[in-house]
């Protein structure tokens, strides 16, 4: 059973940090890990991505996130600084394979001023 499970939501002031974990487990030779989030009343938007050689970054998050992967432990990392409140959103971690896209839960992000 292909399980992506996030963590490390939670609420923080305004310039504050958090950093999310995503954990994939039956779900192997994963070629790209992202974060996605999705604020109220919006589209669902890409915040960053990470293959074996390269990371993307929306516009919006460069210079303050920064996404990881540990590949032992078939994890995905975001570290988020300096944060904002338009970063308030679900964050949902994606995992892609030959066989298709995989989505975890989401884990809430609360950004207060």
């Given at each position: 059973q292909?399980?992506l499970?996030?963590?490390?939501?939670?609420?923080?002031?305004?310039?504050?940090?958090?950093?999310?974990?995503?954990?994939?487990?039956?779900?192997?030779?994963?070629?790209?890990?992202?974060?996605?989030?999705?604020?109220?009343?919006?589209?669902?938007?890409?915040?960053a991505?990470?293959?074996?050689?390269?990371?993307?970054?929306?516009?919006?998050?460069?210079?303050?996130?920064?996404?990881?992967?540990?590949?032992?432990?078939?994890?995905?990392?975001?570290?988020?600084?300096?944060?904002?409140p338009?970063?308030?959103?679900?964050?949902?971690?994606?995992?892609v394979?030959?066989?298709?896209?995989?989505?975890?839960?989401?884990?809430?992000?609360t950004?207060?001023?």
């Amino acid at each position: 059973q292909v399980q992506l499970v996030e963590s490390g939501g939670g609420s923080v002031q305004a310039g504050g940090s958090l950093r999310l974990s995503c954990a994939a487990s039956g779900i192997f030779n994963i070629n790209l890990m992202g974060w996605y989030r999705q604020a109220p009343g919006k589209q669902r938007e890409l915040v960053a991505t990470i293959t074996s050689g390269s990371t993307n970054y929306a516009d919006s998050v460069k210079g303050r996130f920064t996404i990881s992967r540990d590949n032992a432990k078939n994890t995905v990392y975001l570290q988020m600084n300096s944060l904002k409140p338009e970063d308030t959103a679900v964050y949902y971690c994606n995992g892609v394979t030959s066989r298709g896209g995989y989505w975890g839960q989401g884990t809430q992000v609360t950004v207060s001023s």
